[in-house]
């Protein structure tokens, strides 16, 4: 059992460098504009947090057992009772691990999720750009001191097209 334990932690593990960098490439693709690199970050990205579930499940299947086994006990204190030190120990630095990279990957995703919200700012201001109401025309007006009305309200571009 603790063996299947540490085996699941182990790719627990390696799944999360591997969001770690795909958030790192996410990062390069946003401020790069790069939109379809974009999209299949984002389609590999589900895979994994897919098998990240999967694993998640059985990571809570094998400490309900655990506990099933040892009643009374929590997780942490039936790693404690651990005979084997070298199994405590790597069961204590898979979980250490584990927590370190679930928080860089926690920072990596807040700033990735500034970039796309400055982005979509940047994106937003534009349009309100070009399709704000002209505020003069873009030809002269005559000479004569009588100013024809404007009529003509659009932007830029006519948005109600």
């Known amino acids: 059992m603790l063996k299947m334990m540490t085996a699941t932690l182990d790719e627990l593990i390696a ?3 591997q969001l ?4 790192e490439r996410k990062q390069t693709v946003l401020i790069e504009h790069k939109v379809d690199e974009l999209t299949e970050l984002v389609k590999e990205e589900t895979r994994l947090i897919r098998r990240l579930g999967q694993l998640e499940d059985e990571r809570e ?3 309900t057992e655990v506990l099933e086994e040892h009643p009374g006990l929590s997780f942490s204190q039936f790693a404690e009772q651990l005979t084997d030190e070298s199994a ?3 069961l204590e630095e898979q979980l250490k691990t584990l927590q370190q990279l ?4 926690q920072l990596k995703n807040r700033h990735n999720e500034k970039l796309v919200i ?3 700012g940047f994106v937003k201001e534009m349009i309100e ?3 704000a109401p002209k505020k003069q025309p873009y030809n002269y007006q005559p000479q004569s001191g009588v ?4 009529t003509d309200n659009r932007g830029f571009f006519d948005t109600k097209a």
């Open 88 to 90: 405590k120990q790597a």
């Open 118 to 120: 400055d982005s979509m």
């Open 20 to 23: 770690i960098r795909y958030a």
């Open 129 to 131: 750009h070009v399709t």
């Open 61 to 63: 299947r094998l400490v």
């Open 147 to 150: 100013k024809k009305p404007q």
């Open 15 to 17: 799944i999360q460098h």
């Open 102 to 105: 679930l928080t860089e990957l």
